[in-house]
Every structure is written in C-alpha cells, then in structure tokens.
C-alpha cells in the first residue's frame, strides 16, 4: 500500500506542479468582476521596471495606488536588475510581464522583432498626443505607430559652480550663449582658477555628443543603418571639445579619479559640467552646500540642441489583459498619473502640462532641462546604434589622448562598426 | 559481487548526481547553443535561419575576434604564471611555523570577501591620473608625467591585469594552504637530517608534493583568464576601449549576446570556439605539468 | 626547523607588506560604510571617517523592510546549497580519484570541459530549461542546477589524489566497503580541504548575482545580492549605501570563516605530530 501511496504522488505531483505553473502563467485576467465604471476591477496586470531612488520609488507607489482607486486594477511588480537580459530572457521565455519599462534606446530593436504592441488601436480621438514633447514621443514611433508612451525624460544641460565662477572673476550673466564663445570663456575660466580646480569636466561617449555631431544635419547611421561618424561637417563642435582636452582644460571624470561628472561638481573640484537633470537631486542630496545654478546648453550652430533621454511604457504583443494593460499605461502616462509620478519621484515629466501643473518649467533649477525637451535630440537611432556605439566609444579616446585626428579616429570606427553591422544584421 | 565490480558499483554511484546535473544544465544547454551557432537567430522575433559553418568561418575572419584572442592570450600568460607564484609563495610563508599565523590567515583571507565594486572603486582611486600611484612614481622619478592608466592604449590591459592578481591570489592561497597541510611532517624531518636547506626543502618536498592541486589552480586560473570580463566590462564601459586595448573574448560574446539584439548565433559560436581553445590549453597545461595519476 | 635570523626577518617583512597590500581595501571598505556619499568619494584613501555616521546602515536595514527577509532567503539558499555541494562534490570527487569504474575518465574530461564553457552562453538556454521544469520564482531554480559544483569536484579529486594510501587500505583489510570507509574514514580526515571548499562554496551562492537575477521575479524571493543592487540606479551609484550593504552582507561570512577556521590548519598528517 505503501509504495502504492508513493508512486501516485511521484506521478501526480509533477502533473499538479505543472497545473500550478500554468495557472501562474495566466496571472489573473479570468477574474473579472467589473462593474460599468470599472470594468477591469478585481484584474491584475504585472509592470516591469528597475527599482528607482528613494522618491521615485514613492511616486511609483503613489500612483499605482491611485490607480487601484480608479480602476480596481492591482498593479504587480516585477524589478529588473539587469534590464537588457532580464527582459530579452523573459520575452523569448514568453514570460515577459503585460507592461514593461521601455528605453528609446532598446526600442528599434524590440519593435522590430513584433514583441511590442502598437497603441494607437486603444487611443480614442480624444488622446492628446500633442501634449507630449515631441522628441520623447517619436522616440517611440515606428512604421507610422506608437509603441510606447514615455513616462518621463531626462535632458542635458549646463551646471555651473557659482562661487569658482566668481573666484575666477566671472558672474553667471557671463556666461557666453553661443558654443563658440564658451569654449573660449572656458580658457579663460581655467587660466583665471586655482590649481587643482578643473575647468569643464566632460564624460565622452556617443550618448553624450550625438547632439554635436549631428547639429550640422548628418545622422550618425544612414537609412541603412551604417555608421556615419567621419563626415567633416559632424566634427566642428567635438573639435572645440577635443582642444580642450588637449590643452588641459577639460578632463574625463575617470582621468581625475570620479566615477562621473556629478561627483566633481559635487565636491567642487570643477566650474562647469553638462550633464543630465539627475544630477540634481544629487547634488541637492549629498552635496547640499554647493552654490550652483544651471542654464540651457550654449548655442550649437545656432540653434538650441541637447540630449534626450527617455523610457517609455510598452505593452507586451503577448499580454493576455491589453485593456487592462492599456488603462495602465494611459492613466499613468495621463495628466493625472503623470503629475503623482513626476511630481513625488522628482523626474522630468513629458506633457509640457504637467510640467506647468508640478511648476518644474519654472522652477529655475530645472526649468532650462524642461525647455530642452521641446528640442533634444532622443538617445534612439535604430536597431545599429548599439554597435555604432561601442566603436565610437572604443575609438574616441584615441583622439583625446591625441594619437589621432578626429577624422582619423573616426574613420576607424565607422568602418568597424560597419564591417559588423554587414556581416551580422544585414 | 566481486570487490571489482563493488568498487565500480560505487564509484559510479557516487558520481550519478554530478551526471544528472551535467546533462540537464550543461549539456543540453550547450547542446542548443552548437545549433544556434549554425543559424542566424533572433529569438526575439523567433526567426532561425540555418547558415551551416558561415558564422565559423565569419570569427575567423574577424579583426576584433582576432584582437580579442590576442588581449586574452597575453591576459593569460602573463596573469596565471604570476597569480600561481605568489600563491604558493605567500601559502608556503605562511605555512612555515610562523607566530601569528592565524591572524595572517584571517587578514589574507579578506580580500576574498571584499566586494568587486569596491575593489574597482578603489583601483580607479588609486590609479587615477591624480592618484597616489602616478604620485609615487612621479616622485620616485620613474616617469615624468603622470600615465592614465586605465584609460591610456599602453596600459589599460595591464591594469586590468594587476588588478585581477591582486583580487584572486588570496583564493589560490587558501586553496594552497590546505594542501600543504596535508604535506607529511615526517619528509621536511627527514630532510633536515639529510641537512636540507629551506630552498631545498621547498623545491624538492613541498613543490613535488604539491602537484596535483598546483595542477588545480593553473587550471582553474587558466579558465578563469581566458574567461575575464567583469574588470574589461568595467573599465570600458562595455565597448572593449580604448582602440580596443580591454577588448576580451568573453566581452566580444556579451556585446553579441546581450548588448546587440539578432546576433545569438554570432555570440553562440563564439563561446563554442573560446571552449574549445580553453579546452585545449587546458588539456596541454595538464600533459606539460605531469601529475602522478597513482591509478 | 632551524632558520637564520635574516631569513626570519624577511619572511615576516614579506608577510606584512602583502598583509597591508591586502587588507587595505577591506579596511577602506569597511571604513566606506560609516561615510556620507559625499566623503566616499571625495576623501580618497583615507581610512578614518571624518564625520562616522550610521545613516547609510540605518537607512539599509529600516529603510527597506525586505533587507531582513532578503538576508535570511540568501542563508536558506547558501545554507542548503553548501551542504548539498560538499556532499556531492566530496563523493564525487573521492570517486574521480580513487574508485575505478568504466566511464571514469570520459566523465572526467567532461567535468573539465564544463568548467571551460563560458557562462554566459548557457544564460537563457538555461532560463528556457528552468521554465519548462516550473522552477521560476523558486529557491530550487538557485539550488538544483548547482547542486554540485565542477570546480570543486575537481578541486575535491586534486585533494583526494595525493591522500595516503594507507589508511584506506588498513580500512579495507577490517572489511569496510568504499562507501564506508569514505564517509566513516576519508571524509573526516579531509576536514582540511573540505572546510575551505565549504567556504569557497558557501561564498559563491551567497555572492550570485546573476542568476538569481534571471530566475527570480518576486522581490520577496530575492536575496540579497539582488537586494544590493537596489542601490545602484541608472544614472548613480549610492556608494553610501553599497558599502553598508556589502558589509553587512559578509558578516555571515566571516562568522562561517572563524567557526571554520580550527578546520583549515587540522587536516590529517600522517605519521606527524598533531
């Protein structure tokens, strides 16, 4: 009887495990008992994100309860730690969440494979797209649909030391607003300032210059997808940069023993940086006595131009509960969602109405990355960005170190990063 | 039974888990990544398109595959020597009827549990163009100008180099230690009678009696060289610079594997050809440090 | 053993200089987590906090009310695993260098071979296998595919192939079987190499990262390597509060480390004074 007993439960305990998984897997979605106002109640849909700071983490919580308020949709969370693996193993797996965290950057690749669902079915003619700022939104268009609403942006801009500026003998009204003229205001900061203080402290890689090389009007990749990185007229902006490597005005973070930018302005070891608005909160953080103001990046070949970052939320092709999904992503990409989420967590909202509604655009901390979000230019530039990436990257320092010229340190990468992209995506 | 067939009984028996465990989780694993390396896949979109030998022949014609071949050969013949040396020199040290010897373990064993961002934390401190390494040498006269080490074509590998000795000698030491205990007492009491100096008693008793777990680690850091990506991946951000001075071969398969999307095969291949070089040299390193196989 | 004088004071010249070398930056970690941010990496290579402050430990161990649970799923985990592991690797290594039976040697080259391949190949082959096996999201997805592990197999044979003889072949005149004389005989004496592989086993399920990252979904499943990780954002790394954590998280560590530590300098000798 015993062992009777004993080879039922070997059999039936796999048979029931596997039960158990696929109820799992269905993750809610069968129990609705919605009534007419809110007919996703008592649904759940699983959000994939990478756990934030402090206050963004609050924000998030903050909005996904007021979600459940409205909706009776209950919003299960799932952290990636490790977003590009995590999400592409839980894709081919078929076990990615409804809702994910999308970055522009990774969008052409995802969307071409057909794992993202386009929204414009779900948006109803009353969906103001026009509210978003442009860039953050076309970020996340392909083949003339949307595929994902933006949740926030972070923009570049100009951080400067008030008291170094003034030690050097400079006021912030001096500052120069043309790209040309601050290179050369930047010399004379640095001839004016102690020793030990840096000038311009500048991280370089492509996520930082793509804006200067393409300020002339030349893509960093062809229609194609080839890397186009040694045309003359990208380089005019990075040259002025690269002399001021060279003659020991500017420094790379790692090259001064920082991790990035924000810590040398932080501890006050350089007047300027252009950086992301998260180094704000950095600063107000853990460096609360610093002097510093902030201002739009200087004119580059007259016009404003910057560097967008953005994340969008994308709904999942294999998602069981898009409408409950959908009522996720709209409302918290939503005037309402937006303003709890933007306005706790502290980030940079995407609808200028928003960003009027937290006072952000007025703010004088943050108001000049508010502004840049009408005009920067996305970190997204199809599927071969990543490997035009690494070659610029990999290539660049060759050029700071003064080995080669730009153009020649340029024309290496692009046929690298084009040898690859031939032989490999094409 | 006969002993014979006892002995086989049990021999196989205790090792059925390790069979069971190898061929779920690495055989048929590694069984699906030789297929993929046969295809042009995006897992994504779920397209598998079947190229035959293409993927081969195209890492053997890759310039960065080549470059990275080489980083990693220079990796590894210059790290593993070095880390085995000071491991078994500090093992030997500290095994030598020293006072204090527990605490001297406790301290070396440290490292070991000192996390990796804090360790590169500390690197980058101390190797910074402002750092007191370039102060030293700058002081001591050996250079003139302070070098950048991590960023500089010249020296990046290197660092990384040092970098890797200093994180990883501690666990080749302890592995050492506990082998030299088991290093009978009565041999270095014969020796002395035979007057024995401390360099014989070191080449002749200790290195010979060694062998097998000095097979271990060569072994063992062999694979892990040929396999460096954590520091590489570190210090260059990922894209194998400056000029591709970091660029290893275990990056070379992240970039293709995670970092660009449509290219498993490529990175399939890839892995398949750097396990079996490691293979190889591994086989060789064995043959070339003769271990009394006592069957 | 006699030695000169000169040669004493060079032994210990030696030992304390790599001493330094190496317990300087667990010193400066150590020293890291009772900084501010702003201190850590502003201040170099000081070792003394200008202005100690339990903030960052404060805020790791109230400020997330999962660190305790995420600390006691990494016990569970490394716990359960470490007794597996050297069970396992012990028997199977003792079988790889004493027991005769066919097949021995291609299972050996085999062993070598895995350890050869690199890991992150393996990474989602691996993730679709643990998905039809129903192990997402489970403690066993950590534990079963690392039930043994190779490197100490093979580390456990290098061990057992320089093991005196003698003593299993006096076994074996009283009549035990292999299997007794190898867990009433052999596995005691090899206390030695058996603690230092429990601690080299025990640290790396404790220190995995990644594939409690891809295995694991719900926080409350995590341990605390991936805990850990929390305080790494996209833009920041909150140096603060990654030295606390990383403190804390090898406190257990090391308690293992001094239970242990009589195990490293007792192995066996034969025919040696104890």
Same mark, same amino acid.
């Given at each position: 009887m015993k062992k009777i007993a004993r080879l039922i439960t070997l059999i039936a305990l796999p048979v029931m495990l596997s039960f158990f998984a696929a109820c799992n897997d269905n993750g809610g979605g069968t129990a609705a008992s919605g009534d007419a106002d809110r007919p996703f109640a008592g649904q759940t849909i699983s959000l994939g994100l990478w756990p934030g700071n402090d206050n963004e983490e609050a924000g998030m919580a903050a909005a996904i309860e007021e979600f459940y308020e409205l909706t009776g949709i209950t919003v299960e969370l799932r952290h990636y730690h490790d977003y590009q693996v995590q999400l592409q193993a839980e894709l081919v797996g078929g076990i990615a969440p409804d809702v994910f965290y999308m970055e522009a950057f990774l969008f052409p690749s995802l969307v071409e494979t057909g794992v993202l669902y386009p929204l414009d079915g779900f948006m109803g003619s009353d969906f103001d797209a026009n509210d978003f700022f442009a860039p953050a939104l076309n970020a996340f268009r392909h083949d003339g649909g949307i595929y994902g609403l933006p949740k926030d942006m972070s923009t570049l801009g100009l951080i400067y030391n008030i008291d170094l500026l003034a030690a050097a003998g400079f006021t912030p009204s001096d500052i120069p607003n043309n790209i040309v003229d601050f290179a050369a205001f930047v010399e004379q900061v640095h001839n004016n300032s102690a020793a030990g203080v840096n000038a311009f402290v500048s991280s370089s890689e492509l996520a930082r210059h793509l804006f200067l090389l393409e300020a002339n009007g030349t893509s960093v990749a062809d229609a194609d997808g080839f890397a186009v990185l040694s &045309?003359? +007229? &990208?380089?005019p902006t990075l040259q002025l940069l690269m002399d001021g490597f060279h003659a020991g005005i500017v420094g790379r973070p790692a090259d001064l023993g920082y991790g990035w930018s924000g810590d040398a302005m932080g501890l006050g070891n350089t007047v300027f940086i252009i950086e992301g608005n998260w180094v704000i909160g950095h600063l107000n953080m853990n460096f609360s006595e610093l002097n510093y103001g902030t201002r739009e990046i200087p004119l580059i070949e007259g016009a404003n131009r910057s560097m967008l970052f953005t994340v969008a939320y994308s709904m999942n @092709?294999? @998602? +069981?509960n898009k409408e409950a999904a959908w009522e996720f992503i709209n409302f918290i990409t939503g005037t309402q969602g937006m303003y709890t989420w933007t306005d706790i967590a502290r980030v940079l909202p995407t609808r200028a109405s928003v960003a009027d509604a937290t006072g952000f655009a007025n703010d004088p901390i943050l108001a000049p990355f508010v502004a840049a979000g009408a005009y920067a230019t996305p970190w997204q530039k199809g599927e071969t960005l990543p490997i035009i990436m690494r070659e610029y990257n990999n290539f660049l320092p060759l050029v700071i170190a003064g080995e080669m010229t730009i153009v020649e340190a340029m024309q290496q990468a692009e046929e690298a990063a084009n040898r690859d992209i031939d032989a490999l995506m094409r | 039974m006969t002993s014979r067939r006892l002995e086989a009984f049990q021999g196989f028996g205790f090792i059925v888990p390790v069979i069971l465990v190898l061929f779920v989780f690495t055989v048929l694993p590694l069984g699906y990544a030789f297929v993929l390396s046969l295809m042009r896949v995006n897992q994504l979109a779920g397209t598998y398109e079947f190229v035959g030998l293409a993927n081969y022949q195209l890492a053997l014609n890759d310039p960065r595959v080549h470059t990275a071949l080489m980083n990693t050969l220079r990796y590894v013949i210059i790290v593993v020597p070095t880390q085995t040396a000071i491991a078994l020199i500090m093992a030997v040290a500290l095994n030598s009827g020293i006072k204090f010897q527990k605490t001297f373990r406790t301290v070396y064993f440290l490292p070991t549990l000192t996390s990796s961002s804090a360790l590169t934390m500390i690197f980058m401190f101390l190797f910074a163009v402002n750092g007191p390494a370039n102060d030293l040498l700058v002081g001591l006269g050996f250079i003139e100008t302070p070098i950048n080490f991590v960023q500089d074509v010249r020296f990046a590998l290197n660092s990384i180099m040092i970098m890797n000795i200093w994180a990883t000698v501690p666990f080749y030491m302890t592995i050492y230690l506990a082998a030299l205990q088991d290093v009978p007492d009565t041999l270095y009491e014969a020796a002395s009678l035979d007057g024995a100096n401390s360099w014989q008693k070191l080449t002749k008793i200790t290195i010979p009696n060694v062998v097998p777990v000095t097979n271990f680690v060569l072994l063992m850091g062999i694979i892990g060289c040929f396999q460096v990506f954590d520091q590489a991946f570190i210090v260059s951000a990922g894209s194998g610079g400056p000029a591709n001075a970091t660029l290893t071969f275990s990056l070379v398969i992240y970039q293709y594997a995670?970092?660009?999307?449509?290219?498993m095969g490529y990175a399939a291949t890839l892995a398949i050809i750097l396990a079996a070089i490691i293979f190889v040299v591994s086989i060789v390193a064995r043959k070339l440090n003769r271990e009394e196989t006592l069957y | 053993m006699r030695k000169s004088k000169g040669w004493r004071i060079t032994l210990y010249a030696i030992l304390i200089t790599y001493g330094l070398i190496t317990l300087f930056p667990f010193a400066w970690a150590v020293s890291a987590s009772f900084k501010t941010y702003a201190e850590i990496v502003g201040g170099g290579l000081n070792l003394i906090p200008q202005n100690p402050t339990l903030d960052n430990f404060r805020h790791i161990l109230f400020g997330h009310n999962m660190f305790p649970r995420w600390i006691m799923n990494s016990f569970i985990i490394a716990g359960i695993g470490t007794i597996v592991n050297i069970l396992l690797n012990s028997m199977a290594g003792y079988s790889l260098a004493r027991l005769r039976f066919p097949g021995r040697g291609i299972i050996f080259y085999a062993i070598l071979a895995a350890i050869t391949i690199p890991g992150q190949i393996l990474l989602i082959p691996n993730f679709l296998i643990m998905r039809s096996l129903g192990?997402?999201?489970?403690f066993g997805a950590l534990i079963i595919p690392t039930a043994v592990n190779f490197t100490y197999i093979f580390m456990m044979r290098q061990f057992f192939v320089n093991f005196p003889r003698e003593v299993e072949e006096a076994a074996k005149v009283d009549g035990l079987s292999s299997t007794m004389t190898f867990f009433r005989i052999v596995f005691p004496m090899a206390r030695a190499s058996i603690a230092t592989q429990g601690i080299f086993v025990f640290m790396s399920f404790w220190n995995e990262f990644l594939r409690p990252l891809l295995y694991l979904a719900s926080p409350q499943n995590f341990p605390i390597t991936l805990g850990l990780r929390s305080f790494q954002d996209q833009n920041v790394s909150w140096w603060n509060y990654i030295m606390a954590g990383s403190l804390l998280s090898i406190l257990p560590i090391i308690g293992l480390y001094i239970v242990l530590n009589k195990y490293f300098m007792t192995g066996f000798r034969i025919g040696g004074d104890k």
């Open positions: &045309q003359p +007229n &990208q380089h @092709s294999a @998602s +069981n | 995670f970092m660009v999307i449509g290219t | 192990m997402l999201d489970t």
